[in-house]
C-alpha cells in the first residue's frame, strides 16, 4: 500500500517513478550536482509523483548531516531543505518493513547492496517503475536486474 503525505493535498494520478536518495541529495549538496538531477526536479517531480520508501526521509537527512559535518552546507541550509521536501508531491510506501526480511534482503544479498539500496530497488522493482537516481552501485544493482533509470 502507498500513502501519501498527510499534510499534502492528495495528489491526482499514480507515481511515475521511484526516487532514490542520491537524486535528491544532489538538489542541495553542490558536491553532487550535475543535469540529471535538476532534470528530474524540473521536469517530474515539479509535474509528476514520485514514490520512495519508508527510509527515504531518513537518508536524506543522514546525507544533510553528513554535508554539514563536512563544510559542504550549512546547518541552516540542511534544515530548510528537508522542510522544502514536503511540498513536493512524494507518496512513501508502507510496505518497506514487511519486505525487509525477503524481498529486500534478498535483494541486497544477490547485487551486493546495502539494505537501504535495496529498498528502493525493491520498490521499483515490486511497482514496476523506473528508478531515478545517480547511486553507481544501485545504477548497476537496477540494470542487473531489470529495471530501468528513469529518464526525465
Excluded at 513536493?88 to 541486497?108: C, G, H, K, M, Y
Excluded at 539500496?117 to 537516481?133: D, K, Q, V, Y
Amino acid at each position: 500500500m502507498i500513502i501519501y503525505l498527510p499534510w499534502l493535498p492528495n495528489p491526482s494520478g499514480a507515481p511515475t517513478f521511484v526516487l532514490d536518495t542520491s537524486v535528491t541529495s544532489a538538489w542541495r549538496i553542490p558536491a553532487y550536482r550535475n543535469i540529471y538531477p535538476n532534470r528530474v526536479m524540473m521536469t517530474r517531480i515539479i509535474r509528476s509523483i514520485a514514490v520512495v520508501p519508508e527510509n527515504w526521509a531518513l537518508d536524506v537527512a543522514e546525507q544533510m548531516r553528513l554535508a554539514v559535518t563536512a563544510g559542504k552546507i550549512t546547518d541552516l541550509e540542511a534544515t530548510r531543505f528537508l522542510t522544502g521536501l514536503w511540498s513536493l508531491q512524494i507518496w512513501i510506501d508502507n510496505e518497506t518493513p514487511l519486505r525487509v526480511s525477503s524481498d529486500i534482503f534478498a535483494l541486497a544479498n544477490s547485487h551486493n547492496i546495502t539494505i537501504g539500496e535495496a529498498a528502493f530497488l525493491e520498490l521499483a522493482i515490486r511497482l514496476g517503475l523506473p528508478l531515478a537516481t545517480i547511486d553507481p552501485t544501485l545504477t548497476r544493482a537496477a540494470n542487473a536486474a531489470g529495471v530501468s533509470i528513469f529518464t526525465p
